[in-house]
């Protein structure tokens, strides 16, 4: 299964260096075929002749050296690899892909693949939990990079703590898990909604929601990993948005909303309803600042469109899913819904319940399908709900 999969492994200037000679040992048992890329520090700690002896091709060290093949040498890895381990990963090559630099073969070569990226950190425990490393990591994840987390332990500074390179065992079965990665959904347009709306009151004052968009960015990046192409509609947040989207639209207003996804459904098969869209906006707009007097201030309200019913009215044979935020009467709400706006099925969620909602990375859901059958799941990460969500959506497909 894996003898036509190719794995580039960047090695990058660490004491654990000597560890990612039995990472390529145990792939290369698997059949994977190994290439390997060394920064200059790496090869400090082990010689390069040491990883060419174990994977079997000549390993990569210098953007200059006399090239070995007539190809333009990182553009021809980063096509080749499946996958690209970076092991070990230290705080300067996280940070140089975090900040766009590529000034050498492994950061140039990275930046170059459409492969998926595992990154296994290794470093001092102060480095590792330093705010600066942490943000990069943040931002990497955010854009779809994959990461094996460090161990706690004694480190070869002599510091205990977490900062130590996962074991050769646990890196070989993440790269095998993103090598041998279900992509059930290839082949399939998807319209992912995310994030709140913002409803002008005058041009400083908005009235919006405490939606982050985490929920619909993680469903998007998903997607895509499993091979979906994915259109993200987007209301404002501070997230960066997933790699390898087909399309990104930023909005604003709920009517801006709207208006995206009725223009993006007929390309497009499935449409997940994430956002968190205004019920109400201002029904007039100042377009100058509304200046404070002494008196209260009223603002009339006017309903924005309900983008989820009037999709459900139209969406023919298109899957539509929807999602209910919810302080009280969870499933009558949600039920409700799904009847109402011609749902495939509903993703609700308890606000009051720790865990679940906005702004956490975290959630606790139940799925209620159009024939009333509910099922509830623990609390899990974001990504693991949008892989239920995802797994469902496929079922529906396959239909």
Request: hydrophobic share 40%; charged share 25%.
């Amino acid at each position: 299964m894996l003898k036509d999969k190719t794995v580039v492994i960047g090695v990058s200037g660490g004491i654990a260096v000597y560890k990612c000679l039995d990472v390529i040992s145990r792939l290369r048992k698997l059949g994977v075929n190994v290439n390997v890329i060394m920064t200059k520090s790496a090869t400090e700690f082990v010689a390069p002749l040491s990883f060419q002896s174990l994977s079997q091709n000549y390993v990569v060290c210098d953007m200059f050296e006399d090239p070995k093949t007539w190809d333009v040498e990182h553009i021809s890895l980063a096509k080749k690899a499946d996958v690209f381990l970076i092991a070990p990963a230290t705080a300067n090559v996280i940070g140089k892909i975090a900040n766009g630099i590529a000034d050498d073969m492994l950061t140039t070569t990275v930046m170059a693949t459409k492969g998926k990226v595992l990154i296994a950190p290794a470093m001092n425990t102060n480095m590792y939990e330093n705010p600066i490393v942490q943000r990069n990591i943040s931002i990497l994840k955010e854009l779809g990079y994959n990461f094996v987390e460090p161990e706690s332990g004694r480190l070869a500074c002599g510091d205990t703590g977490k900062g130590k390179l996962a074991t050769p065992e646990t890196i070989v079965n993440e790269v095998v898990n993103l090598l041998t990665q279900n992509q059930d959904l290839k082949g399939n347009n998807i319209i992912v909604t995310a994030g709140p709306t913002m409803e002008s009151i005058d041009p400083m004052r908005f009235i919006s929601n405490r939606s982050t968009g985490k929920m619909g960015y993680s469903i998007a990046a998903q997607a895509i990993k499993r091979g979906a192409e994915v259109t993200l509609i987007s209301g404002p947040t501070n997230l960066t948005p997933p790699q390898n989207l087909k399309k990104l639209i930023r909005i604003e207003s709920a009517e801006d909303m709207y208006n995206a996804v009725l223009n993006n459904m007929d390309e497009n098969q499935v449409i997940i309803k994430s956002a968190a869209v205004a019920d109400y906006k201002p029904k007039n707009y100042s377009d100058k600042k509304i200046k404070k007097t002494d008196d209260d201030l009223s603002i009339e309200l006017d309903r924005n469109k309900d983008i989820a019913y009037e999709i459900g009215k139209i969406k023919k044979d298109k899957i539509l899913v929807g999602f209910a935020a919810e302080t009280n009467d969870l499933t009558e709400n949600a039920k409700g819904k799904v009847q109402k706006k011609n749902l495939d099925f509903i993703v609700a969620n308890d606000l009051t319940k720790e865990g679940a909602g906005f702004g956490v990375d975290t959630n606790i859901v139940k799925i209620i399908d159009k024939e009333g059958h509910i099922t509830e799941y623990p609390k899990m990460t974001k990504d693991e709900v949008a892989n239920v969500i995802l797994d469902k959506v496929n079922e529906l497909i396959k239909k």
